[in-house]
């Protein structure tokens, strides 16, 4: 059970509920003998039962207790109230920078307070051998007095000693802003992770939005390990091209070919600004620094500066006016960043969580590329092919059929099936996501296509995906009956299984229907996380949209679960004699009442 509002732990007042994650809850509360408001994070019940969780999550604690920063969350006491462990924070009066972009455009001032702030609370981690795994502007508070503060330091790993304090067969981290080599699963993790998700917080700044998006978290995660980064300037063209290089550098797919430190990408993310004659506020410099980079020791990288002629003509005052007219510019893309980037039930957006343990694949490892039309690998840029022992001769067959026909969607989804027929999961979603990236966001008939045929074999997460990407194509039309019972359907099997939201996102179905966005984190609470949360969720659900025959069904399925025998037959028998009801609901409550009559 969870603290209750009112309710004293210990020496602290539970006041709010502040936010949740996939792991913790946080709550404000108040302590007395200081008198001052802390945040207190508690372990969902779920987990109160792994004693070696526990113990990791106590180890965490001392690891975080040792930073010390200005603007790092501090962490002030690890305790126990009923069996319950909760870590004891400070508790910030003020917003996240995700809500802070999801505003409008950042200030030049803002985004030098992000650099600042934010680099110099991860490089002085990364002096003390921590990793932060889950660098993201949720994870970055800002206080009322505008002070940053990096968050969240829960799944910070021991860098030096090599060992991780979570499990080691896990993948941390939110799939917009993942290294390559986090989400392939490596174990080898180092300082470059965190700066590559350090750099797509700030190409999210600078361009307007994040450099990969897609329906799924699989297909995002794919997209960091193979596909190129789209270049800022293409995205939006206002961007500086002395700060795209840096992005490009920061965002490198090899580690290695990555800034070797955060001061060094800071230094040299601040040198591009000035460079491109876009002062940062509150900076002594107010004009282009060209002539100051013959100041620069000789190890640095020269950079040509413009004509002594042009210089002496222009007011440095001309260039704070172009830097206004810049970041005005930028407004527009801004309006385009994704909102509500939810991995696993409701993230927390007023406070740093725990962060998500969302049971992430681990992709195949890149294979030199198929040569497509023109030596390269098809209409998208690079295709690649996966790497399957003993494979089927229908897989081999499809493969060939890929390597011949990398830019057709068909073939890739013909490869994705017979790699599925072999139990080949991970590289037949892989090919899944090549395929309805081929087909584009607007063919229903091929999403459909790809559902009826995993349909066929029970492959309930990426028939959900498919119908998912059709449904969303209605989004200004009324979707037919027909097909939106298939995406019910799908999307209520598809939750109970475990690796569910690392393939689909909660809030991509809120988007098409918020009631069973509702129920599918209910249904997957349920079978993953607590009784509780599932009713949590439902009844959010049931306030959303009454008497919803999905609601009726899954609270059958909690009274089963509760033991509750007689409640879940009245119910079935109601939903199986509802000729109202869509036949896939009918047919499992058939199902259930063949196991308790």
Known sequence: MSFNIGENVGPYRIIEQL???????????????????????????????????????????RVVARLEHPNIVPVYDYSEYEARPFLVMKYIEGDTLKARLNKGPLTSEEIERVVNSVGSALAYAHRQGILHRDIKPSNVMIAADGTMYLADFGLARIAEAGESTMSSDS????????????????????????????????????????????????????????????????????????????????????????????????????????????????TAITMRPGTLKTDRTNSKKQIAAPAASESKKRSPWMWVSVALVA?????????????????????????????????????????????????????????????????????????????????????????????????????????????????????????????EEFKDREAWIPVAGMYLRASQIYRETEMPVELEHDFHEAIYKASEQKDMPGFVFFDRIDSVSQPLG?????????????????????????????????????KAEIALKEGETEEAKNILLTLSSDSDAPEWIRLMADEYLKTIL
């Open 19 to 61: 936010g949740q994650g996939g792991m913790a809850t946080v709550y404000k509360a108040y302590h007395a003998a200081l008198d001052r408001y802390v945040a207190l994070k508690v372990l969902h019940p779920a987990f109160h039962q792994d004693q070696t969780f526990t113990m990791r999550f106590q180890r965490e604690a």
């Open 327 to 451: 970041l005005l510019c930028l407004a527009v893309a801004f309006a385009a960043v994704l909102r509500n980037r939810a991995a696993l039930l409701v993230e927390a957006t007023s406070v740093p969580t725990v962060s998500l343990n969302t049971a992430t694949p681990i992709l195949p490892n890149p294979l030199p590329t198929v040569p497509g039309p023109g030596g390269q690998g098809g209409p998208g840029g690079n295709s690649t092919m996966p790497t399957v022992q003993n494979a089927s001769p229908e897989v081999l067959a499809n493969m060939e059929l890929v390597r011949k026909n990398p830019g057709d969607p068909a073939a890739h989804l013909q490869l994705a099936i017979a790699l599925w027929d072999m139990k080949e999961t991970i590289p037949s979603m892989s090919e899944l996501v090549q395929a309805a990236n081929l087909a584009g966001p607007g063919n229903k008939e091929f999403f459909i296509r790809a559902a």
């Open 518 to 554: 509702f129920i599918a984190r209910a249904r997957h609470a349920l079978y993953n996380v607590s009784l509780e949360e599932a009713k949590r969720q439902l009844l959010q659900a049931e306030q959303a949209q009454p008497n919803m025959s999905e609601s009726l069904l899954l």
């Open 171 to 282: 993948i941390m981290g939110t799939p917009q802003y993942i290294s390559p080599e986090q989400a392939m699963g490596k174990k080898d993790l180092d300082a470059g992770t965190d700066i590559y998700s350090f750099g797509v917080m700030l190409y999210e700044m600078v361009v307007g939005q994040v450099p990969f998006s897609a329906d799924t978290p699989f297909s995002i995660i794919h997209d960091h390990i193979y596909t190129p980064l789209p270049l800022p300037i293409k995205v939006n063209p206002k961007v500086p091209e002395p700060v795209q290089r840096v992005l490009l550098k920061a965002l490198a797919k090899d580690r290695l070919d990555r800034y070797e430190s955060t001061e060094e990408l800071i230094e040299a993310f601040k040198d591009a600004w000035l460079e491109a004659g876009i002062p940062m506020q509150g």
